[in-house]
């Protein structure tokens, strides 16, 4: 009973009854409109939130996609001196130097390492976690951690849960994607014991990774072109330099495509909102002025006002920003990786841009009513 009685306080409280009316018979006239911008909203949404999500994913991974700011493979100490050597006579500070052996599987492109090289890189590198990764890759015989390649951006689930290397089966446990060799060395890793290590080590080839992390790796064109003349083709060298040139340089392009596209929509979203309200606005006057001869004031006209327009920025909103979630969220399982942050921040920046543009229209909507 109660609720039968507040429902009628509201429903006939100053001009409730007429914006409730009102509002009604406009969605209905206009659900098709509506509909189309709620697409457009969507599409907005998506954009923005991808792009952000991407760039928030990138720079969060390039600690694991760029651990060193050099790294070239090579078991050959003279050239491994001629580095230090250049390095010693450069501007350039060496942090630290990473030196791990590792086997090569040719046939799966897989990279073998024991617990000891882990553990020592994670250490080294300071990884997060890395306590708890440890502790849970305890390794008996024939099991393995899984590492990801470093480049492997969408998640791919496994079929098999086991590895064959030169005869030994492994059963995979699955470690998170932790800083290891980098892009320098772009392939899966498998971690094993050190005893099967050194089995399997008679009957692959052993290589060695040098990794170097400078305290000013900025500027380091002219380093890196030094570098290649004294190392050779097959030593794998990269540097931070050639990561910005390959790839992170060409993923701000993403960034400004994503971003323009967004901008694009925005205002397509706006202006068919705006002109929509707008041409509607002529034929809305006379109503608003009966509305006044019977007694209704200012005040109470604007409020009618605000929440008929409020309605064809709100609707749309609600029903783009359900469905543009649900895309943003298949998007971090592809990805395999949280982006609740630079999803949450697009929503509030298209929130904010719609509110402006809700503010602009009720400001020339209510100008249109009142003038004579």
Not at 47 to 55: C, D, E, I, P, R
Not at 145 to 165: F, H, N, P
Not at 287 to 300: D, M, R, S
Not at 304 to 311: E, G
């Amino acid at each position: 009973m109660n609720f039968l009685v507040n429902r009628k306080e509201i429903l006939y409280n100053g001009t409730n009854v007429i914006s409730f009316s009102n509002l009604l018979f406009k969605i209905k006239e206009n659900y098709k409109t509506l509909a189309q911008v709620a697409i457009l909203v969507t599409i907005c949404i998506t954009s923005l939130g991808t792009v952000s999500s991407l760039k928030y994913y990138v720079n969060n991974n390039r600690k694991i996609e760029v651990p060193y700011s050099i790294s070239f493979v090579s078991s050959n100490q003279e050239e491994i001196d001629k580095v230090y050597e250049l390095l010693q006579n450069s501007n350039y500070k060496v942090k630290l130097k990473e030196h791990a052996k590792y086997l090569f599987d040719n046939q799966q492109e897989t990279i073998i390492i024991n617990y000891s090289t882990f553990n020592k890189i994670l250490s080294d590198l300071n990884v997060e976690n890395r306590q708890k990764i440890l502790s849970q890759l305890q390794l008996s015989n024939n099991e393995a951690g899984y590492v990801g390649a470093s480049m492997t951006w969408l998640s791919i689930q496994r079929e098999k849960e086991q590895i064959t290397i030169e005869d030994m089966k492994f059963t995979l446990k699955t470690i998170p994607k932790v800083p290891l060799f980098g892009n320098g060395v772009p392939y899966q890793s498998v971690v094993i014991n050190d005893n099967e290590y050194d089995i399997l080590k008679t009957k692959l080839l052993e290589q060695q990774f040098n990794g170097i992390i400078l305290d000013n790796p900025e500027n380091m064109e002219e380093l890196t072109y030094q570098l290649a003349s004294i190392l050779p083709e097959q030593s794998q060298l990269y540097t931070s330099y050639i990561a910005d040139a390959t790839f992170y340089d060409f993923s701000g392009i993403i960034y400004f495509l994503g971003f323009f596209l967004f901008l694009v929509f925005v205002f397509a979203t706006a202006s068919i909102i705006y002109f929509k309200i707008l041409s509607e606005s002529f034929g809305e006057k006379t109503k608003y002025e009966i509305l006044q001869k019977i007694g209704a004031t200012k005040t109470e006209i604007r409020h009618a006002i605000s929440k008929y327009i409020a309605t064809f920025f709100i609707l749309p909103l609600i029903v783009g920003i359900v469905h543009s979630s649900v895309a943003i969220f298949v998007l971090s399982n592809l990805m395999n990786y949280n982006i609740i942050i630079p999803t949450l921040t697009s929503i509030l920046i298209f929130i904010i841009i719609h509110g402006i543009f809700y503010l602009i229209a009720r400001r020339r909507y209510i100008q249109i009513i009142e003038s004579n």
